[in-house]
């Protein structure tokens, strides 16, 4: 079964900072790539998905990440973090035929100070 | 706005107890799924359906059992809740192909 690794669990950073965040996935057929995120309280969100064609998307909120498929890593980025960014973000799979298993990663507790 | 209800926001009961979690979908989603996740923890997936009449484990064992009789209900069974059960339930569903999950707001479960 497809399995998600996400590093750095805890990362701490200042309002304007750049952010990264890494996602490497384990499945050798075509997978579909989301980043979720869930802000304090709430319930999971959908940041941004891969499906096919550009490897570079866009999602809400200044997000993008970037599809290697060499590499099985779908890193999640955004130039200048807000305050507002504070939340929990985590990389799921799912391949994209076959088996409807969505895993998740562990997940990255970002804390961003003012 | 996606429309997953999960019921109820918050439960405590005593050990022993058998308790349902409610999980409903108005999207005609044929795949769901359950969650447990410890605060500020990872997601495990528990068990999912892919269809009315189709139930998987996850990968996480569980003692909790589901059932999928209609396309929009997906409840979560424990016989007899214990402490261990304590835990966040989350229930997700997915359109049939290239779509993303949504999830519900989650079942605070409290085992005392």
């Known amino acids: 079964a497809q399995s998600v690794s996400q590093h750095n669990h805890h990362v701490i950073l200042s309002e304007a900072a750049s952010l990264e965040l890494g996602c490497n996935y384990s499945?050798?057929?075509?997978?579909?790539l989301f980043w979720y995120v869930q802000y304090p309280g709430q319930h999971l969100q959908l940041l941004l998905k891969?499906?096919?064609?550009?490897?570079l998307v866009k999602g809400i909120k200044g997000f993008e990440a970037e599809f290697i498929k060499s590499k099985f890593s779908f890193n999640l980025r955004k130039p200048s973090v807000q305050w507002s960014d504070t939340a929990e973000y985590f990389c799921?799979?799912?391949?994209?035929?076959?088996?409807?298993?969505?895993?998740f990663g562990k997940g990255n507790q970002v804390v961003v100070i003012p | 706005e996606a429309d997953i209800y999960q019921t109820p926001r918050y439960l405590v009961i005593g050990t022993g107890k058998k308790i349902t979690l409610e999980c409903s979908q108005t999207?005609?989603?044929?795949?769901m799924y359950w969650y447990q996740q410890d605060p500020g923890m990872e997601l495990h997936l528990i068990h999912y359906?892919?269809?009315?009449?189709?139930?998987e484990k996850g990968d996480l064992s569980s003692e909790s059992t589901v059932s999928r009789i209609r396309t929009e209900h997906f409840p979560l069974t424990l016989e007899s809740a214990r402490p261990s059960h304590t835990s966040q339930y989350l229930c997700?569903?997915?359109?049939?192909?290239?779509?993303?999950?949504?999830f519900g707001q989650g079942t605070r479960l409290t085992v005392v």
């Open positions: 997700a569903s997915r359109g049939t192909f290239n779509t993303e999950a949504f």
């Open positions: 891969y499906f096919s064609g550009d490897p």
């Open positions: 359906s892919y269809g009315v009449n189709s139930t």
């Open positions: 799921a799979v799912i391949p994209s035929y076959g088996n409807n298993r969505l895993a």
């Open positions: 499945y050798g057929g075509t997978v579909n």
């Open positions: 999207m005609g989603h044929d795949k």
